[in-house]
């Protein structure tokens, strides 16, 4: 089913909006609270509409979710409309945070560069540990953020960035529920966040970009 451009707008508000909510109703309570929330994004493109740069994935879709934003808003058309689109909350399970604090300690080596995809609808918590339903096909692999997609900071922000296509699973049409970070290419306990969406149905040809956003701000009260 085609997303709506009523959906849609809504979706992007709430992805490039949500800090400004959250900052006017924390100000709301006190001056001296100070929050802020970054969000995943999901979002899916016909066969054919489209063609990205993998390295470039971050601000390329940024780029696309701001055009089409001021699209809606001024009632234009003039970049590509995706298949489907979702802000999502961003969860970051427990041992994410633990695994966080004994990178900063010395005490564990990893890197937070893998993304997983699945088909789960269970809600994200924070003491899961891993996807509840990971792709299991003989052409899915957790792919590279630092050499199959994009990773950086930006100010206070880390963005990670993932293309996905058809040619990551063994056959289509693939129902993508669910998606997490990963400090390993494989192995259970591994996953330092996870977030659900509703239902992003891949078909032949199809496009389908993660993006993360994870701030790490001070607050104060």
């Known amino acids: 089913m085609e997303q709506s451009e009523s959906n849609l707008f809504i ?24 929050m802020s929330k970054d969000s995943w994004s999901f979002t899916s493109y016909h066969a054919g509409s489209i063609t990205f740069n993998p390295s470039q994935i971050v601000e390329e879709n940024e780029k696309l979710i701001a055009e089409n934003l001021n699209d809606l808003v001024n009632g234009l058309n003039t970049t590509i409309r995706p298949k489907k689109f979702e ?7 427990l041992q994410g945070i633990k695994e966080s604090i004994d990178r900063d300690i010395g005490v564990a080596s990893t890197e937070l560069n893998w993304n997983s995809l699945g088909s789960s609808s269970t809600a994200e918590a924070e003491s899961q540990t ?26 206070q922000t880390m963005k990670l960035g993932m293309l996905w296509t058809g040619t990551n699973f063994d056959a289509l049409p693939r129902t993508i529920k669910e998606a997490g970070g990963h400090w390993a290419l494989t192995g259970t306990a591994k996953c330092h966040a996870r977030v659900v969406s509703t239902d992003f149905v891949l078909d032949s040809g199809d496009l389908f970009v993660v993006q993360i956003n994870e701030l790490q701000e001070n607050g104060t009260l």
Do not use: C, M, P, W
Not at 87 to 93: C, E, F, G, R, W
Not at 135 to 140: E, G, I, K, P
């Open 130 to 155: 891993d996807l509840q339903s990971e792709f299991t096909d003989t052409a899915y692999a957790r792919k590279v953020f630092s050499t199959a997609g994009s990773r950086s900071r930006v100010n």
């Open 11 to 34: 979706n992007l508000l709430d992805y490039v909006g949500q800090r400004k909510i959250i900052q006017d109703q924390a100000k709301e309570l006190s001056h001296h609270i100070k």
């Open 87 to 93: 802000s999502l909350n961003n969860v970051i399970l």
